[in-house]
Every structure is written in structure tokens, then in C-alpha cells.
């Protein structure tokens, strides 16, 4: 059995260690969630309160050229594009996952329209995060598609002649299950389809290379494993075979060529600038470049390679301890076991209470989170659980933490302190 001690130890030999100096974390806090919002790095207060007060408040609108403003999206997602196996100028930072989702799926099916129009049918996955969802059933009443949801293991029956885009998230936000992005887009291909990837857990949390996997377009986020603050802007890649096939839908003036010409047409500019809409938030850009930068000082460590190794010993230790010291309080492991198959979280069903453990480990400084289960049936299968959701940030968390949490969460099980009125009050965000 692994103990405290020896988890220390493991701290002791990290290399990676001393990449938690570049974050900002409560005294006390052990933060599991970093899946859902990101540490803030310590860098970000002083360098937001430069942009407020200098490029701001005195560059004024010289700032858009003197401080960079105007180019911080291909800026940014040139550096998003280092972690996710894009080219410089494939990337750009801007607007939300949800937003970023509508034009590269709006892309696809015109694509799609062009090139193969008998293919009607957009398909996803059940328990795909709810906004992608959403998104793709807007364009199919905009456009008379349908859309079809699968479980995981359907995706290549599913691959029929009719498909026009796969659209996935690469690794599931509820249980962490982590598709093979090479071999799944090789058979969206052979069956003729586009593939669309979602990397909001993916980007900064595994090593993710789209080029190799031949993929068509990605989106992704900004404010969970890339650190970028609450509502940081997203990103979005387009493959350069098709940056230039079509106009994205919401053509605003910073997607067109000369923007500052202000002509009556649209123009679309050349490659991913076209994914840009309006004015951006130089905000939280420059907030989500702080986060960025955290990750690229991994990069002389082993970057992202290096971050894995660490996040599976984690997530290893982490199951193993809640099997060693939890059993019997009806924990389950619903994350896959084979390194290969999961993303950098862990996550456990439980036959009751799912919740209200969660709140009692918050009230003990162990934030992770809890994700409710769907009681409807697909597939002829049972509804999915309750889920209690454990996020591992390679760049900040460490080996004592993961026993200490354990630890907590043992506490709490044996004392029934999760029973406590206080603890199975909802909140309106879980
Ligand atoms: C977190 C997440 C989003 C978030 O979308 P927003 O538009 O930023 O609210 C979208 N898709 C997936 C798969 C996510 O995990």
C-alpha cells in the first residue's frame, strides 16, 4: 500500500514540481477541478491590471497596435496550437466552445453539401457534453439535417453512407473516457464523413495531435486545463485543406480581409482568421495568455509528454488509494483503467449521496465536483449514474494531495458526515 510517506517522496522526485509556483492556490486547498475551471496563474492578476491600467488606461485605442491587441487571437492560438499538434496560424483564440462549435459544424456541412449531398445525418455521442449537443440540433432545423446519438462502441456501424459529420469530444467531461483520435477519424474518413473533434478536455490535459490524426476541424476551451480564468475565450483549428472552402457563418468584420477598409462585401480573409466574428475580449485574452504560459514553461520539462506521465501516476495512485481505503462504501470506478482510454480525470459512481459527498469534501477544502446521472434508458441499456468527478492538473497538484484527499474522502464515508441537511442542499451550479 502506498503511503503518506511515500507519496512525499514522489513529490520530492518530481520534476515537474516546481511548476506549481506558477499558480495561485487558497492555503488549504486541495483543487481536483481544474477540469471545469483552471487554477489562476500567479502571473494574471498583475498582467490584467497592466492591460486595465496602461494599455488601457493609457494607451487608450493606440493599444490595438502598441500593446498588441489586434493580434492577440493568432497570438494565443499559436500557442494553443504548440499543445495540440496545429501548425502556427491554424489556431485562433475567440469567442466560446459553444459558439466556435456552430461555425466549424456550419463549415462541415457545407463541406458536406459540396461534396457528398445525399449525406444528411450529423452523429454524436449520448452523453456528449449537452452544448454540443444543442448546437448541432439548432443547425439541423436550420438546414433539414438529422442528428443521431450513439453510445461509444456504435461509432463504426454508425459510419453509414448517409453520415456527413462525426462530431465528438475526445475525452468524455463525465467519465474521462478518451477516444483514439487517430483510429476514430481513419474510420469517419473511410466511411466518407467529416470529423469534427470537441478538446475541452483534452487541450493542456493530454498530448493531442491533430495533424497526425488527420482530423478536419477541432474547437476546444479555454478556462479548464488551459487555465485561461472563468469564461476565457475558446479556440478553433481548422485543417488547412478546408480554412478557405467556405465562409463561416457568422462572417463579422474581424473574419474579414481588410477590416479596416470597411467595404459593403464581406471578404473572407485568408485561412482560421475567417473564425474570428467581432471585437474580442483583450481581457480575458490577456488573462487566458497567463494560463498559456503556464503550460508552455512545461515545455523545457517535457511539455505535455511529460505532463502525462504525470497525470496517469496520479490518476493511478488516486484509484488505487479509493479501492485500497474506501471499499465498502459502494464507490465504483467509472473511468476506464487502460491508460490509453482515459483522459487526466477520474470519476466514481456511488450508490447514494453522490452530492452530498462532494459538498462535505468541499467543506473540507477538496474541490472536485459532482455530475448527475441520466435515469433514461438508451440503447436498452441502464441510465448512466451520479457521478463524483476528480480532476488531476499535472502542473499543480501532487502526490500528498492525492492521499490527502483520499484521505478526506474516506473520513467522510466512515463518519456519514455527508448525511448532514447542509450537504444535500443543491446549489444552481453543481
Ligand atoms: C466545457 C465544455 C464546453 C463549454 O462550452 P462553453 O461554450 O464554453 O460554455 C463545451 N463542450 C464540451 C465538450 C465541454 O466539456
Known amino acids: 500500500m502506498t503511503t503518506l510517506q511515500d507519496c512525499r517522496a514522489l513529490d520530492a522526485q518530481d520534476p515537474l514540481r516546481k511548476l506549481r509556483d506558477l499558480f495561485t492556490i487558497p492555503p488549504g486547498v486541495i483543487y481536483l477541478d481544474g477540469n471545469s475551471l ?17 494599455e488601457w488606461g493609457e494607451g487608450l485605442i493606440r493599444s490595438w497596435n502598441s500593446a498588441g491587441w489586434f493580434g492577440l487571437p493568432q497570438k494565443l492560438g499559436n500557442k494553443i496550437a504548440s499543445l495540440i499538434g496545429a501548425r502556427p496560424g491554424e489556431v485562433v483564440a475567440t469567442d466560446s466552445t459553444s459558439v466556435n462549435l456552430y461555425k466549424v459544424l456550419s463549415a462541415a456541412l457545407n463541406i458536406a453539401a459540396q461534396d457528398a449531398p445525399q449525406r444528411r445525418v450529423i452523429v454524436s455521442e449520448r452523453s456528449n457534453f449537452p ?12 438546414r433539414g439535417y438529422q442528428l443521431q446519438l450513439i453510445e461509444p462502441e456504435e461509432i463504426n456501424t454508425a459510419l453509414t453512407p448517409d453520415v456527413a459529420v462525426l462530431m465528438l469530444t475526445h ?14 477519424t481513419a474510420a469517419a474518413h473511410a466511411a466518407g464523413a467529416l470529423m469534427v473533434w470537441d478538446l475541452a478536455h483534452s487541450a493542456g490535459a493530454v498530448p493531442v495531435d491533430l495533424h497526425g490524426a488527420g482530423a478536419d476541424f ?45 467595404t459593403p462585401e464581406y471578404r473572407p480573409a485568408p485561412g482560421v482568421a475567417r473564425y474570428l466574428c467581432g471585437t474580442q475580449p483583450i481581457l480575458s485574452l490577456t488573462a487566458l495568455e497567463c494560463g498559456l504560459d503556464t503550460l508552455l514553461a512545461a515545455q523545457p520539462l517535457g511539455g505535455m509528454a511529460a505532463l502525462r506521465q504525470k497525470s496517469l501516476a496520479l490518476t493511478d495512485l488516486f ?12 464507490l465504483t470506478l467509472v473511468t476506464p483503467r487502460p491508460h490509453a482510454q482515459r483522459g487526466s480525470q477520474a470519476s466514481l459512481s456511488c450508490q447514494s449521496g453522490a452530492y452530498a459527498i462532494v459538498q462535505a469534501l468541499i467543506a473540507r477544502n477538496v474541490i472536485g465536483d459532482f455530475r448527475a446521472g441520466d435515469p433514461s434508458t438508451s440503447s436498452g441499456r441502464a441510465g448512466s449514474p451520479d457521478i463524483l468527478r476528480f480532476g488531476f492538473t499535472p502542473l499543480y497538484i501532487g502526490f500528498e494531495e492525492v492521499w490527502r484527499a483520499v484521505e478526506h474522502l474516506k473520513q467522510v464515508l466512515e463518519s456519514a458526515e455527508w ?12
Open 38 to 54: 483552471g487554477v489562476m496563474p500567479a502571473a494574471a492578476p498583475a498582467r490584467v491590471a497592466a492591460a486595465v491600467t496602461q
Open 131 to 142: 452544448t454540443d449537443l444543442y448546437i448541432a440540433q439548432a443547425l439541423c432545423r436550420e
Open 171 to 184: 475525452v468524455n467531461y463525465r467519465t474521462g473516457a478518451m477516444h483514439d483520435m487517430g483510429a476514430v
Open 218 to 262: 477541432a474547437v476546444g476551451c479555454g478556462y479548464k486545463y488551459l487555465n485561461g480564468g472563468p469564461g476565457a475565450p475558446a479556440f478553433v483549428w481548422v485543417h488547412p485543406r478546408h480554412a478557405e472552402r467556405f465562409w463561416q457563418p457568422l462572417a463579422g468584420w474581424w473574419g474579414h480581409a481588410a477590416p479596416f477598409e470597411f
Open 319 to 330: 484509484i488505487a488509494l479509493v479501492e485500497e481505503r474506501c471499499a465498502g462504501h459502494g
Open 419 to 430: 448525511q448532514r441537511p447542509e450537504f444535500n442542499q443543491k446549489q444552481a451550479v453543481t
